[in-house]
């Protein structure tokens, strides 16, 4: 049972511009809102994190930022470098459940 | 070590053949899950262990899947009877109770079934 739909499925961006990512949740309640990224050959790893009672995090150059309304959080990575290029996931956990991570978003940066 | 460490890192075997993958977590974690991670896919939960609870085992695809944890500590995810469609990456994570939001993932174990 998918409960959240991560978008788009691949994205590429110049170096410098904005990326920007998307998951929506259905109708489960979250208690928390992660994104993980992995590079090719490794593990994912926790990025940032955002809790539904704020609407926005900024960490150096990456934002969370969280609609209630819309059922939809997303991560901007602003002044992308190639060095962001790598895959994002989405893994809200539903209160008291495991880990459900999104289909993936493959960011590529070109110089 | 400071991370998760899983091993091997990578494994070739035939169809039919049981395969061992071994994950050791974080020390004092005590949530540990694993992961299947197929090429250009996301990721598909497979088993949850949380203490000395009984694990969470909905993941798993078929009875051909097992794992254990022994101790608290390490665990052992066995897959019998390997089947091509087993190919994937296995890929390993722990988390402190309470904070299963905030996983750390190892360097997965790549599989591949001839």
């Known amino acids: 049972q998918q409960q959240v739909k991560q978008s788009p499925q691949s994205l590429i961006v110049q170096k410098g511009g904005i990326s920007i990512i998307n998951c929506a949740y259905e109708?489960?309640?979250?208690?928390?809102f992660p994104w993980y990224q992995q590079f090719p050959g490794k593990g994912p790893a926790l990025l940032i994190a955002?809790?539904?009672?704020?609407s926005e995090k900024k960490e150096g150059r990456f934002t969370i930022s969280f609609n209630k309304s819309a059922k939809q959080f997303s991560l901007h990575i602003m002044d992308s470098q190639p060095g962001d290029s790598a895959t994002y996931f989405c893994?809200?956990?539903?209160?008291?459940?495991?880990?459900?991570f999104g289909q993936g978003t493959e960011l590529s940066v070109k110089p | 070590g400071a991370g998760v460490s899983q091993s091997p890192s990578n494994k070739v075997t035939e169809k039919g053949k049981d395969v061992e993958l071994r994950c050791d977590p974080i020390?004092?974690?005590?949530?540990l899950y694993w992961y299947r991670q197929s090429l250009g896919q996301g990721l598909e939960f497979l088993i949850y262990?949380?203490?000395?609870?009984?694990?969470?085992k909905s993941g798993l695809p078929s009875d051909r899947f097992s794992a254990e944890r022994t101790g608290g500590s390490v665990s052992t995810l066995t897959i019998q009877r390997t089947q091509q469609e087993d190919s994937a990456v296995y890929l390993c994570?722990?988390?402190?109770?309470?904070?299963?939001?905030?996983?750390?993932f190892g360097p997965g174990t790549r599989l591949l079934v001839l």
């Open positions: 262990f949380q203490g000395n609870s009984a694990p969470d």
């Open positions: 955002i809790r539904p009672d704020v």
């Open positions: 109708n489960t309640a979250f208690d928390y």
């Open positions: 893994a809200p956990p539903p209160k008291g459940g495991k880990l459900i």
């Open positions: 020390s004092g974690h005590t949530a």
């Open positions: 994570a722990s988390s402190l109770r309470g904070r299963l939001e905030t996983q750390y």
